[in-house]
């Protein structure tokens, strides 16, 4: 949230939520309000509005609302301080530079931008040795012969190092000292203490980072030369575990698809990109890391896994899905037939049978659970210990599946596929569903008219009405009138800020609420309405109170009648009394 006085608040004070909302959408004026198209799921006919003088948005289809911070970090996946930033920057304010940091801090921020410089040298020094060594157009002739032609080698800077085991060094060891050089992993040092490039006769694959800078390389050998594959060693600008290959160039399909592609290698990322699917990530490793897949969910929680068909392949498939599962990721699993005789990677597979029939194979990618039992189905079923192994191999998935029906379905079909009886299944699974930590999670229902027309009006007022605001709060609270009503937390906390001196800022109000609650709110606060006067506001305020007396009388009658022997039966035939003679003052 943006403290008052901060230069977030000063941001929010000076942006424009329609002018920053319209560069990610087209928006319509219609009444006070803007409104278009939800970039935040699909629609036809807009239900996205913007409020130019509450500074809010809210969908009325997802419900998704908040100011111009939350709009941009929900459409650039990022946190709030780099929202900021972005929001500053498109309105043209001023971003002051950041606190003097420690020399510690500044030496290392130092030695990073030193790093990817040396990495986007050594990008073009590879790309050059490419194009312009005989090394390296028989590398470029072996690419072609793999269905890589020139635009694709362009298209993701497909370079080259060659054999001398030099010729990097002689070129970076002009700028950079030799310290740096081995921490970037570009060079190695040898026992006795020598410098040598640590790619040579290699093909090498650019691996950027979120943003597209370039912090490692993934090299291929382009002899027989082992390993096959060799790649850059951590650094202080790449983790492994931290990067996936090919997300600066997915990210945009994979928010706006909302589904992503996970393959092993960057072959094969390259291949699936080039089939037309631009929503592909590769892992670049064996199996997926939780900090990868943390990336991935800020963009997508739906993702199908489309590693090799071999043993490694499948292993890494299977922790990665573990993985995914528990980040509540909606998994499918592609497993593409054999080509001919030969297991199919996503490469071969797409040059062997084109890109269509490989998009073809993605959507019918069946559920992780689909593949999970066609996989135990492999296993030796004859016997009661294989049918174990293949139970105790699917349990494990099985009771990660949040939905109860669902994995009673599951349930049922893996007995009928692996010929197990049902009622064992049934007790080995919610023996597993008990150990287990998952608990079920149940979306919060969509909003509709619930509130009444008077608690709408009054929200509004203690809102906009600055000239009675403080008055109203008063009177709402004295007389408590909001409680047990189906808005009180939202009253509870409009009174709360009605009573203090600060201005009233919606969202600040939303964010001290409830999604439902505030979800309602922002509903309330987008509906066309007359400004309000104290004489509305005191006809609200007595439609209350006499809901307040009636509601105390229904209880008074209901104590008389369920219990006609109370002792307290005078007291309680007076408080009656009492009650509807205040209901006749009331009017
Ligand atoms: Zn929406």
Redesign the pocket.
């Known amino acids: 949230m943006a403290e008052a006085g901060s230069f977030a608040d000063q941001v929010k004070q000076q942006a424009d939520i329609v002018r920053v909302v319209g560069e990610y959408i087209r928006l319509k004026k219609s009444g006070q309000n803007f409104t278009g198209l ?1 970039p ?2 699909g ?1 036809k006919t807009p ?2 509005a913007v409020h130019p003088v509450k500074q809010i948005f809210h ?1 009325f ?4 609302g908040g100011d111009v911070f939350s709009f941009v970090m929900e459409m650039e996946k990022c946190q709030f301080p780099e929202a900021v930033r972005i929001v500053a920057e498109k309105c043209g304010i001023a971003i002051p530079r950041p606190k003097e940091r420690s020399p510690e801090e500044r030496k290392e921020n130092q030695q990073r931008a030193a790093l990817i410089e040396m990495h986007r040298e050594a990008q073009s020094f590879f790309v050059k040795q490419m194009e312009s060594t005989a090394e390296g157009k028989a590398a470029r002739a072996y690419l072609e012969d793999r269905g890589l032609n020139a635009e694709a080698i362009e298209r993701f800077g497909i370079g080259y190092a060659a054999s001398g085991g030099d010729a990097l060094l002689r070129q970076l060891k002009q700028k950079y000292e030799e310290k740096l050089l081995v921490e970037s992993g570009l060079i190695s040092r040898d026992q006795s203490g020598r410098l040598f490039d640590r790619f040579r006769r290699r093909i090498t694959f650019p691996i950027a980072n979120e943003s597209g800078k370039i912090v490692a390389f993934g090299c291929r050998a382009l002899g027989d030369d082992q390993p096959k594959y060799l790649n850059s060693p951590e650094s202080p600008i790449y983790s492994k575990s931290n990067v996936l290959y090919h997300m600066d160039r997915a990210k945009e399909g994979i928010r706006r698809q909302d589904f992503a592609v996970l393959v092993e290698g960057y072959m094969d990322a390259i291949a699936v990109a080039r089939a037309g699917v631009s929503n592909v990530v590769a892992s670049c490793g064996t199996s997926l890391a939780e900090p990868q897949i943390k990336l991935l969910g800020r963009f997508t929680k739906r993702i199908i896994v489309n590693y090799d068909p071999d043993t490694a392949g499948q292993a890494a498939a299977e922790r990665s899905l573990t993985l995914l599962l528990e980040q509540d990721f909606e998994v499918r699993v592609l497993a593409l037939p054999p080509v001919g005789d030969k297991k199919a990677d996503p490469d071969l597979f797409i040059r062997e049978k084109g890109a269509e029939a490989y998009i073809k194979a993605l959507k019918e990618a069946p559920p992780y659970v689909d593949y999970l039992i066609a996989r135990a189905r492999q296993m030796d079923l004859t016997t009661g210990e294989g049918k174990l192994r293949a139970l105790n191999f699917l349990l494990p998935y099985v009771q990660r599946i949040p939905n109860r029906i669902l994995r009673s379905e599951w349930a049922t079909r893996i007995s009928q596929q692996l010929r197990i009886d049902e009622p064992v299944l049934r007790a080995a699974l919610s023996k597993a569903a008990n150990e287990s930590r998952s608990e079920v999670k149940t979306k919060p229902e969509l909003v509709g008219k619930v509130a009444k027309q008077i608690e709408r009006r009054l929200i509004r007022m203690l809102v906009e009405a600055e000239e009675f605001r403080r008055e109203l709060s008063q009177r709402l609270q004295h007389g408590r009138l909001y409680e047990g009503l189906e808005t009180e937390k939202v009253f509870a906390a409009l009174i709360m800020a009605g009573l203090s001196d600060q201005p009233m800022q919606a969202t600040e109000i939303g964010a001290l609420l409830e999604e439902r609650d505030r979800r309602l709110f922002f509903e309330i606060l987008f509906e066309p309405a007359q400004e309000g006067s104290w004489e509305e506001a005191e006809s609200c305020l007595e439609a209350l109170r006499r809901r307040q007396i009636e509601q105390e009388l229904a209880n008074v009658q209901r104590t008389i009648e369920t219990n006609p022997a109370a002792q307290a039966m005078r007291e309680l035939l007076t408080r009656k009394q009492e009650l509807l003679r205040r209901l006749t003052a009331v009017g």
Do not use: Q
């Not at 289809?61 to 998704?64: E, Y």
């Open positions: 939800c935040f799921h629609e239900s996205f969908c289809g997802c419900g998704k």
